[in-house]
Nanobody
C-alpha cells in the first residue's frame, strides 16, 4: 500500500532553516506528482508546494514563495522541502502527499502522518 513517511521536523528559531524529507513507497514514485501541505492549529490545511512527476514544474503557496523550495529524487523515491527564513507563522504540521497534476491545479490523493515544525520568535 501507499506509504509516505515524513521526517526532519523540529524546533527552530525564527530566521532559521529546516529540510523536510518524505520517503515514499507502494507506488511508482516517478509517475506521480508530489506535494507538501501544512496545517496550523485552528486553521485549514493549506498548500505549501507541489512538484510534477519529472520535477520540471513546481508551484508554491503565496506565503512561502521565495523562502521554500520543493525538490525530488526519483531514484530515492523521496521528496524534499527546504525551508529558509522560517517565521513563527510557519509553525504547523507539515504533510507530504501524493497527488494528481491537472492543467488547472493539483489534487492530493494520499497523505503521510505529518511532521511538526515549530518556529520560535
Amino acid at each position: 500500500q501507499v506509504q509516505l513517511v515524513e521526517s526532519g521536523g523540529g524546533l527552530v528559531q525564527a530566521g532559521g532553516s529546516l529540510r523536510l524529507s518524505c520517503a515514499a513507497s507502494g507506488f511508482i514514485f516517478s509517475n506521480n506528482a508530489m506535494g507538501w501541505y501544512r496545517q496550523a492549529p485552528g486553521k485549514q490545511r493549506e498548500l505549501v508546494a507541489v512538484i510534477r512527476s519529472g520535477g520540471d514544474i513546481t508551484k508554491y503557496g503565496d506565503s512561502v514563495k521565495g523562502r521554500f523550495t520543493i525538490s525530488r529524487d526519483n531514484a530515492k523515491s523521496t521528496v524534499y522541502l527546504q525551508m529558509y527564513g522560517l517565521k513563527p507563522e510557519d509553525t504547523a504540521v507539515y504533510y507530504c502527499n501524493r497527488g494528481t497534476w491537472y492543467w488547472s491545479g493539483y489534487a492530493p490523493i494520499d497523505w503521510g502522518q505529518g511532521t511538526q515544525v515549530n518556529v520560535s520568535s
